[in-house]
Every structure is written in structure tokens, then in C-alpha cells.
């Protein structure tokens, strides 16, 4: 049983303290760079390999990966699969809330009159509405989170921060999201499944055998 935030941070250390160091690195080039900067820094770079695999990467973010993790976990663990699935389903609430309270344009739609300068991935539908903040990002960070929190190996929080950052910069390579729409995801996905560890993790019956049991490994 954990004894709170300051026990959470610690399992997952190896992936926070690199992901505070780069968010401050990214809040650093936002403070240089304009968003038409740096999306067509981004945008600018393309490759057909890169436009190939992108549209895949970035379904790692998406809630039915999550929940079929969380189904592949309740064979072996209902608390396991109870932090995921609750994680997702907490931020991701909260990350369409947002959505819909800042109803901000994506990059298809904000950069209308400079459709002929943008690279789209060819048969990717491109959405136009509700880009603040990135429902995929916060769901990769919150799934990562939750993993290296889990795992027995805690260095693999770095695995678990490079995809969820694999993830992020898909958003922006297919034209999704902007940079601040990825960068206020991941502290989303982040802070909000922290609180909700150091929170229901400390419950007696979370913790209890027959939570840490699965569908195959009843009593």
C-alpha cells in the first residue's frame, strides 16, 4: 500500500524526473517560438517512412488500445487493471471537458488560408475542431504512468516516457494538434493520474489478495 504522492513519484521516478527536464525544455521553446514556428518546424520535417508509421504510433494513444490493456490485465490482476482503466477514464473525462470549454481550432482549421504550405499524411482524415488539449497525449501519459507505477523493473519508466512521447509528437506530425495542446496533455495525463494513485491506492481493499488475483489466478 502506498503512503501517497511522495511514494507514487518515487516508483515511477525514472520516468518522471526525465519528463519534468523536457517539459521545462518545452516550455523553454515556447517561450522562443511563435505556434506558426513551431508547427511548421515540425510539419516542415516528413519522410514516407515517417508518414507510413505515424498514423500507427499514434493508436497507442487511443482509449480502445487502454482498454484492451485492461482487459489482457484483468487476467492477471483486477487491481492492475482497475488503476488502468480508472486512470484513462479520469483523464480522459477530464481532457474533453476541456476540450469542449476551450473549443480551440486544430491546425487544419487555423492555418485555412495556408492549406498549400502544410504536409497531410495522405488517407488520414484530418479533424478541425476541439484541439486543446490532445486526448491522445493525456491517455498515453496517463497509461504510462500507471505501467511504470505497476511494473517491478521501475527503470522501464523510461520505455513507458519515450512512447508516451512517441505519441505526442505523432499528434503533431499528422497535423492534430499543436505543441501546447501535446505539452498541456501529458501534465494532464500526469497530474491527474498521480493524484488518483497517491488517492485510491492507499484503500485497504486495493490492496487486499484477492484484488491482486485475476481471472487466472483464482483462489
Same mark, same amino acid.
Given at each position: 500500500?502506498?503512503?501517497?504522492?511522495?511514494?507514487?513519484?518515487?516508483?515511477?521516478?525514472?520516468?518522471?524526473?526525465?519528463?519534468?527536464?523536457?517539459?521545462?525544455?518545452?516550455?523553454?521553446?515556447?517561450?522562443?517560438?511563435?505556434?506558426?514556428?513551431?508547427?511548421?518546424?515540425?510539419?516542415?520535417?516528413?519522410?514516407?517512412?515517417?508518414?507510413?508509421?505515424?498514423?500507427?504510433?499514434?493508436? /497507442?494513444?487511443?482509449?480502445?488500445?487502454?482498454?484492451?490493456?485492461?482487459?489482457?490485465?484483468?487476467?492477471?490482476?483486477?487491481?492492475?487493471?482497475?488503476?488502468?482503466?480508472?486512470?484513462?477514464?479520469?483523464?480522459?473525462?477530464?481532457?474533453?471537458?476541456?476540450?469542449?470549454?476551450?473549443?480551440?481550432?486544430?491546425?487544419?482549421?487555423?492555418?485555412?488560408?495556408?492549406?498549400?504550405? /502544410?504536409?497531410?499524411?495522405?488517407?488520414?482524415?484530418?479533424?478541425?475542431?476541439?484541439?486543446?488539449?490532445?486526448?491522445?497525449?493525456?491517455?498515453?501519459?496517463?497509461?504510462?504512468?500507471?505501467?511504470?507505477?505497476?511494473?517491478?523493473?521501475?527503470?522501464?519508466?523510461?520505455?513507458?516516457?519515450?512512447?508516451?512521447?512517441?505519441?505526442?509528437?505523432?499528434?503533431?506530425?499528422?497535423?492534430?494538434?499543436?505543441?501546447?495542446?501535446?505539452?498541456?496533455?501529458?501534465?494532464?495525463?500526469?497530474?491527474?493520474?498521480?493524484?488518483?494513485?497517491?488517492?485510491?491506492?492507499?484503500?485497504?481493499?486495493?490492496?487486499?489478495?484477492?484484488?491482486?488475483?485475476?481471472?487466472?489466478?483464482?483462489?
Amino acid at each position: 500500500m502506498n503512503a501517497g504522492a511522495k511514494d507514487v513519484l518515487y516508483k515511477i521516478r525514472y520516468f518522471f524526473i526525465p519528463y519534468v527536464f523536457i517539459l521545462c525544455a518545452c516550455l523553454i521553446l515556447k517561450l522562443l517560438y511563435t505556434r506558426a514556428e513551431i508547427y511548421f518546424a515540425v510539419n516542415g520535417f516528413h519522410t514516407n517512412f515517417l508518414d507510413s508509421i505515424q498514423p500507427y504510433l499514434t493508436d /497507442i494513444g487511443d482509449g480502445l488500445t487502454v482498454i484492451v490493456l485492461a482487459a489482457i490485465l484483468l487476467l492477471f490482476s483486477y487491481r492492475a487493471a482497475f488503476l488502468l482503466i480508472t486512470g484513462y477514464a479520469l483523464t480522459s473525462l477530464t481532457a474533453q471537458m476541456l476540450k469542449y470549454c476551450f473549443d480551440m481550432p486544430r491546425p487544419k482549421a487555423y492555418f485555412s488560408d495556408q492549406l498549400d504550405k /502544410i504536409h497531410f499524411v495522405k488517407g488520414l482524415y484530418i479533424l478541425t475542431v476541439h484541439s486543446f488539449p490532445s486526448g491522445h497525449t493525456v491517455t498515453a501519459f496517463s497509461a504510462a504512468v500507471v505501467i511504470t507505477y505497476l511494473l517491478k523493473n521501475k527503470s522501464w519508466g523510461i520505455v513507458m516516457l519515450l512512447v508516451a512521447l512517441t505519441v505526442g509528437y505523432s499528434r503533431m506530425y499528422l497535423s492534430q494538434h499543436f505543441f501546447e495542446d501535446v505539452m498541456a496533455g501529458s501534465v494532464i495525463g500526469v497530474i491527474i493520474t498521480v493524484a488518483w494513485l497517491s488517492y485510491i491506492d492507499r484503500k485497504q481493499v486495493i490492496n487486499s489478495p484477492r484484488w491482486n488475483r485475476g481471472l487466472l489466478k483464482r483462489a
